[in-house]
Nanobody
Framework: QVQLVESGGGLVQPGGSLKLSCAAS????????MGWYRQAPGKQRELVTD???????NYVNSVKGRFTISRDNAKNTVYLEMNSLKPEDTAVYYC?????????WGQGTQVTVSS
């Protein structure tokens, strides 16, 4: 079965960094658009960034210049490097994989930015 397993979340001070990982299994990973979404308390889930099978990336304006998405097709893993973190980045971060009508989600990992 398909599994997307996130790791790397935690508590970090403002201005700090975290790197999230999402290991995929059960899919032809290299063909999928992989993305990171986040959902803060009381807010809708939003797309943070995604990366196509060809390596093209897209970022929401609020994270441009601070977050970097990358993928390693040999390891079936997508990463999210987050720098200069702000309290407003606090959310549950979800890994997502899309290919046509296929759409898979991870269980989420909590990122908390607080002093």
């Amino acid at each position: 079965q398909v599994q997307l397993v996130e790791s790397g979340g935690g508590l970090v001070q403002p201005g700090g960094s975290l790197k999230l990982s999402c290991a995929a299994s059960g899919i032809t990973f290299s063909r999928y658009v992989m993305g990171w979404y986040r959902q803060a308390p009381g807010k809708q889930r939003e797309l943070v960034t995604d990366i196509t099978s060809g390596g093209n990336t897209n970022y929401v304006n609020s994270v441009k210049g601070r977050f970097t998405i990358s993928r390693d097709n040999a390891k079936n893993t997508v990463y999210l490097e987050m720098n200069s973190l702000k309290p407003e980045d606090t959310a549950v971060y979800y890994c997502n994989g899309k290919l046509g009508h296929l759409n898979y989600w991870g269980q989420g990992t909590q990122v908390t930015v607080s002093s």
